[in-house]
């Protein structure tokens, strides 16, 4: 995402930190190793320049979860592009996670005399909310990082999921396929299958960007959580839509009590059945299934 928008890690650091006046973000070739024997690569390093010349560096990492390996090398990437830039070079980490986020902030000890490398760590709760769909449409990098961050079983985060499902079709062709392989693989296992689910319940209205979404769906009619739509024709249209929204509320991870399965089999009304659906994808309590029938 950097190397597309390398402008997005300017856009994260916001007002916390001093950055020099520029008129533009240039990306740079991420290759920060010696000459030789070792290598050493960051996820993407950003050149701010004025005039046409550079007067500020990042080295970027996105960091999903505690590596020790890192502490020893990052400085090694920083003072690097230090040296090849000549301009003061600082440190960017972009972490999906809170617990990865304060392990990766701890200042870097360089050696007895009170030297330290400081991360600039982007977090969970620095990473902007983005609220519109149509803001994601036109900053689709942000909006990736920002659907990592955010989405998750609450309302809040379910929200967060309709809007990034709403914005990727309107996004450009490549773009869509790639933001939404990257989102998804970023995702914890739970949030990946609420997706999954949201997606089986939006069917044959949403249309899939990339092989993965293509492939995903076809695993959920694989593993029967769309199957009782394929067989509404053989035993009826209400108990087919009775076990895709069964196979939707599992997939969803929720324990489904007998009383609740008791009372979809017994439903005869497709449609609502079929509206019950979409909401199974979207609640975060199995006994707000039916509330609007208090």
Not at 214 to 221: D, H, S, T, Y
Request: net charge negative.
């Amino acid at each position: 995402m950097f190397t597309r928008n390398p402008h997005l890690a300017v856009d994260l650091l916001d007002d916390r930190y001093a950055i020099p006046d520029y008129d533009e973000v240039v990306q740079l070739p991420s290759d920060l190793g010696e000459c030789p024997p070792t290598e050493y690569r960051a996820d993407a390093v950003i050149s701010l320049t004025r005039r046409g010349e550079p007067v500020y560096s990042l080295v970027v990492e996105i960091q999903l979860s505690d590596d020790s390996v890192k502490r020893w090398s990052w400085p090694a990437y920083v003072a690097n592009q230090r040296a090849k830039s000549r301009t003061p070079t600082d440190l960017l980490v972009i972490c999906p996670n809170d617990e990865t986020a304060r392990w990766a902030a701890q200042p870097i000890e360089l050696g007895r005399a009170g030297s330290y490398l400081f991360p600039h760590v982007v977090g969970p709760s620095q990473i902007p909310l983005v609220h519109t769909v149509e803001h994601m449409v036109g900053n689709p990098e942000l909006a990736a990082l920002s659907v990592i961050a955010h989405a998750g079983p609450g309302d809040a985060g379910t929200e967060v999921l309709n809007r990034w499902l709403a914005a990727v079709p309107r996004l450009d062709g490549d773009e869509a396929g790639l933001y939404f392989d990257y989102v998804y693989l970023q995702l914890s296992k739970p949030i990946q299958q609420q997706l999954e689910a949201m997606m089986t319940a939006m069917g044959a209205t949403y249309e899939f960007q990339s092989e993965l979404g293509r492939r995903l769906f076809g695993r959920a009619k694989e593993e029967g959580w769309a199957e009782g739509k394929a067989e509404g024709k053989a035993e009826g249209k209400a108990e087919g839509e009775a076990k895709a929204l069964l196979t939707v509320l599992r997939a969803c991870g929720f324990q489904v009590p007998a009383g609740v399965v008791d009372r979809i089999n017994a439903c005869t009304d497709a449609d609502r059945l079929n509206s019950l659906v979409a909401r199974a994808a979207t609640i975060t309590d199995i006994d707000r299934l039916f509330d609007d029938e208090a």
